[in-house]
Each structure stands twice: as C-alpha cells, then as structure tokens.
C-alpha cells in the first residue's frame, strides 16, 4: 500500500503504479464468485462501521478546515458526515451485497447461418478511475460498486475531503483484506498534488474508464483532458414543471421537497415551471418562498408574488446547490419543452400533471436521462432506484444513462460455441 504524502510527486509514475496494482486486482475480482464478492462487501460494510469513531473524527477535521476556507453551506452539507450518515454508508455497502451480480450475465444468444452459437455476456470493465469532490460518502459507494462488479478502482477525491477519504478508505480496505480480497482492489490515490489527475486522465493502457463526480469545472477538465473513456456525471439543472392540470396539493407538496429536501445534492430543482393556465400559480410561489428558499422569478412570476428578486439570463442555466430557485410561467407543455431543451442539462425533469396524455408526451419528449411524472426529483438516485448505491448520475447517451450501479460498470464479450466450422 502507497503512503499518504502531500508533497509534490512525480504523478505519472505514481499512477502507473498504482495502475499496475489495480490490474492484478481486477484479474482476481473478475475470477471471483458473486458468493466471494459478497462476502467481500459484507466485510466492507461491517468495517465503516466498526471504524466510526475514527471516519467521524477524520470528518471533524474536514469541516473545520472546510469552514476556515469559507465553503458554502451546501458544499459543507456535502462535506459533513454523522452517525447516522456513517450507518448509510455501510448499509449502502452492505446492500450491493444483496444485488443481482451481472458478471456473467448472457445478454443475448443467436445462431447466424454458419452454425456457431453466439452470445453476449457481461465482464468487468477492468480498472476505473473515479475523480470526485467533497462527498466522503462516494469513496464507500464506488469501491462497493466496483468491487460488486468485478472491478478495481482507484479513488482520487477532493482535497476537502482528504481525511475523511483517508479514514474510510482504511476501513474498506480492512474488510478487503479480513474477506481475503485483494487489497489493491480499492486503492486511493495518496496525494493532494492536483497533477495526480491529469495522470489518471492521460493513463491510457492504466485506467480503462473514468468517471469525474462533482462541479462542472471538474466534468469540463476530465472530458477536455481524458485519453481514456469518460463517464460523465454533469450538473443538475433539474426542472419541475407544474402543468394547468396539476392538483394543487400534490404540487405544492412535490416542488418544495424537489428543492429543499436538501438543496446540496444533484437531484434537487433547480428551477419551476408552471403553466400560465394553472390557476394555483400564486399560491404555489408563495409556499415555496415560506421555506426560506430565495425565488428568482421571470416578470410574471414576480407580478404574481411581489418582492421575488428578478431571475437573469444566467440564473437559468444555474445549478445552485443552495436554497435558491427561478421560476418561470411557460406557455402550456409546449413551452415547458422547449424551456427545458434550451436551458436542461438532461439529467432530471418532473412533471406534476393530472393530465395523463400530457404526462406521456412529457415522459417521452424530454431528453434526460431521469424523467419522472408526479414524483419530486429527489428520488434522481441509485439507491431510490433499487441500485444500491450510485457511482452517478450519467448524463450522456452512451454506454450507461441515468443512476450507474452495477450493470453500468461492466461491458461485454462476444463469446462463440463451434462444431469445426472453418471459414471459406
């Protein structure tokens, strides 16, 4: 195991490494049974939890350093972590255990006219690569996720977090190694040198794909740098948009959780939309703003609710992670559409619509890769969706879409059952 330094290094040579490493790893967790993963994760989650105290203490050090640089507050909603979010975390961990293992899985099967048998079945990626901030929580779910799924990984997360990350990457990688797993399975990266990331994304023959969680600058740095696959998770410019139809209480219930449940994570709303022909238009604005959430609005969701500050051109394409939204009257679904496919960011949109022929054509219209009918967009989450845990959210239109748990972080192999066949 690499030791923990914080001093310049040389970035290429330790990624290189800690590639080679992970290769092995990989070689082993794919020769795995789902009974030896298993017992693996079971192992994982019963360490976070015998390492509390420690991950908790780790953590303090975290915010205190956090608070002294003036994070915001919802980066340090991000940052904290508590007993009761330590217990998620190992009950996360524990409940990829339980999942349906797809390495292995036939995907399809045919017999072309030559005779072989053909099908396709899952296998691990091989060795992912996971840059992300502030969340402590993501080092537990995606060492779980890659472990579940015949993978190794090697964790780089922000400098925010650096003890926490520390503390519960000591504990996964005791339960590792009382399983009888490779330790290397889970590796994190042990430095803050921020060229330690570039070397991931330059690791071509190293890293096989990876995956950037956090702020746009870090999707934008890993999709411009990367010379291996990227697994994007992009920001959360999420919509609710309240159609003419819509109950009002059911509305009123939906929009406050979608966004003040908690304003940090990236299923929360960013933005409302509401039918100009929704007669609770007033109302709804209103019950959003008593939350103490600060309501930018168009000209006409400000006539509606005097004292609302004036939503800028900016404030649409905004992911405010705080207890901040805009709100827009839009004319009819058509409108809502076309606002959505403008300023979205295809992640997660809501429509909450008693309507059900509207709700169809919204479900089947809005290009994201979450899209729900009367449900808040909280729910936009791996462990909602019956996943486990998520290793994110992706955005893009290949490989894997939406919450990325198990099943997304395998590919597959043709494999082919002859009888002699020789080709003429």
Not at 99 to 106: A, S
Not at 159 to 182: C, F, K, M, Q, Y
Not at 287 to 306: K, N, S
């Amino acid at each position: 195991m690499a030791t923990i330094v914080d001093v310049e290094i040389d970035s290429i040579a330790l990624i290189a490494a800690l590639g080679r490493g992970a290769r092995v790893a990989a070689g082993e967790l794919g020769r795995l049974s789902t009974a030896d993963k298993r017992r693996g994760l079971a192992a994982m989650a019963r360490a976070i939890r015998a390492a509390e105290a420690n991950i908790l203490d780790a953590n303090a050090i975290d915010m205190a350093r956090a608070a002294d640089a003036g994070l915001s507050s919802a980066m340090l909603d991000r940052l904290k972590l508590t007993p009761e979010r330590v217990a998620a975390m190992a009950d996360g961990v524990a409940t990829i255990a339980t999942l349906r293992d797809p390495v292995g899985e036939t995907i399809d099967e045919s017999v072309p006219a030559n005779g072989i048998r053909l099908s396709r079945v899952r296998v691990p990626i091989g060795v992912i690569g996971i840059v992300y901030e502030s969340r402590p929580n993501v080092t537990a779910d995606a060492a779980a996720l890659c472990v579940g799924s015949g993978n190794a990984v090697i964790l780089r997360g922000g400098s925010e977090a650096v003890e926490s990350n520390r503390a519960i990457h000591a504990a996964l990688v005791d339960g590792l190694t009382d399983a009888g797993l490779p330790a290397d399975a889970v590796q994190l990266v042990p430095t803050t040198d921020r060229a330690a990331v570039g070397a991931m994304l330059a690791g071509e023959g190293v890293i096989d794909m990876v995956v950037p969680r956090g702020g746009k600058g870090l999707v934008a740095r890993v999709q411009a740098e990367a010379r291996v696959p990227v697994l994007a998770h992009l920001d959360g410019i999420n919509h609710v948009f309240v159609h003419a139809s819509a109950d009002p209480a059911m509305a009123e219930k939906i929009v406050v959780n979608a966004k003040m449940r908690r304003t940090g994570v990236c299923g929360a709303m960013e933005t409302l939309l509401i039918d100009r022909a929704y007669a609770h238009a007033a109302d709804l604005i209103a019950a959003l703003a008593a939350t103490g959430c600060e309501v930018r609005g168009d000209d006409e969701a400000r006539a509606l609710h005097p004292g609302l500050a004036a939503a800028s051109d900016a404030d649409w394409d905004t992911e405010y992670l705080e207890a901040i939204a805009s709100v827009a009257m839009v004319d009819g679904l058509d409108g809502a559409l076309a606002h959505i496919a403008r300023h979205g960011s295809h992640h997660t949109d809501a429509i909450v619509a008693a309507d059900a022929a509207a709700a169809d054509r919204f479900l089947r219209e809005v290009d994201s890769a979450i899209v729900l009918w009367n449900a808040s967009t909280q729910f936009a989450d791996g462990g909602e969706f019956g996943l486990g845990a998520e290793i994110g959210i992706a955005t893009g239109r290949l490989h894997a879409r939406g919450p990325v748990a198990l099943e997304g972080l395998t590919t597959y192999k043709w494999i082919g059952r002859g009888t002699g066949q020789v080709r003429a």
